[in-house]
């Protein structure tokens, strides 16, 4: 496959997969997936369907055009399910989004067939709230439900305090808008590069264009130019060898979950500022440490309980990997506690439209 043809397929992010695989796990009904078992036409899926489940990512942000996904949702005039539906932002600070006329269009389909909506926490609500919507319920990310251990918050409590010299980072884009990012994400580099650790890269088209460079398949491959800029914005001082280098050994991407899973089981500690990266060492019973950076980041480790820094506190407090190990901390029965309560209010938004749930 192509990677552009990949890209496309995972909305330009792997991470998209994480909160999909886990909407699927949770339904126990016989489920139809549009655009692959059956076709993207409003007849066709009303011959086969009940109700529409949506996998939902941060839908409620500016500059996000979704004409043509609502307006087959509007055509098929059917229940809708979203779950895990989120807002970004900068900033909590502001619930008043400058959002596109077809997420507005959106947001009206919920009142009329939406029975409630599950969004990520506080932020998201309010949004919705400043738009007239007030059937939410917040249940975090579905990805916080994967692991079916129902006592793997002690298993990963366990493996925290076993310590162990492995670990994950994860990638960020290379030329973020927030500048402060790229002092994290060379502070992760460099780490990666010293230690026994794996970085994972889970979105920037052009990056995945690079990393599969040598994949006959991929069929784009990037230019020289973009392997010099890239290796300057990472590692600068460093040269083009040293990144190569790095690339070849240290740096990962994954389409498919369940391998993801099984490459981050083997590691001792994860840390990033990606959700889903984390999440999925995290399901797999890996301590993780989130680094969040914005509304939508801060939103989801503060409802779902999980340890986490600001992107300052990280740069303040963390020189080392080491450091990083000893600012976590995680109490595995509040944690669990929290996600019974989280599972029970996902488990009664799709009980109400007569999903059967493996919740």
Sequence with gaps: MTTSKLMSAVGQNSGNLVFQYACRKLIRSDATVIGQDVPRDPVAIREQADVIVIPSANFLREGLSFGGFVGLLDRCQLPLVFIGLGAQAESAASTKLNLDPTIERMIALMKERSES????????????????????????????????????????????????????????????????????????????????AMMIQQSVPAVFEYLRRDNPAAVDQPSEDFEVAL????????????????????????????????????????????????????????????????????????????????????????????????????????????????????????????????L
């Design 117 to 196: 909506v599950s969004v990520r926490g506080d932020f998201t609500a309010s949004v919705l709230e400043y738009y007239g919507l007030d059937n939410v319920v917040i249940t975090g990310c579905p990805s916080n439900f994967i692991s079916e251990n129902d006592n793997f918050a002690e298993t990963i409590a366990h493996k925290a305090a076993q310590g162990g010299p492995t670990f994950l980072t994860h990638a960020e884009e290379p030329w973020p808008k927030v500048a402060e990012k790229t002092g994290v994400e060379r502070r992760l580099i460099e780490w990666t590069r010293k230690g026994r």
């Design 231 to 358: 290796a300057a914005q990472l590692m600068p001082g460093q040269g083009v060898e040293a990144f190569r280098d790095f690339a070849a050994t240290r740096l990962r991407s994954y389409i498919s979950v369940e391998q993801w899973m099984e490459d981050s089981a083997r590691f001792d500690f994860s840390i990033g500022m990606r959700l889903h990266g984390n999440m999925v060492a995290w399901q797999a019973g890996v301590p993780a440490m989130w680094i969040h950076h914005d509304a939508r980041t801060s939103e989801l480790v503060e409802t779902m309980g999980l340890p986490n820094l600001s992107l300052a506190q990280f740069m303040n407090t963390c020189t080392t990997v080491e450091d990083a190990r000893k600012q976590w901390s995680f109490d595995p029965a509040a944690y669990t506690k929290r996600r019974n309560i989280l599972r029970g209010r996902l488990k009664d938004v799709l009980q109400a439209q007569n999903i059967s749930t493996t």
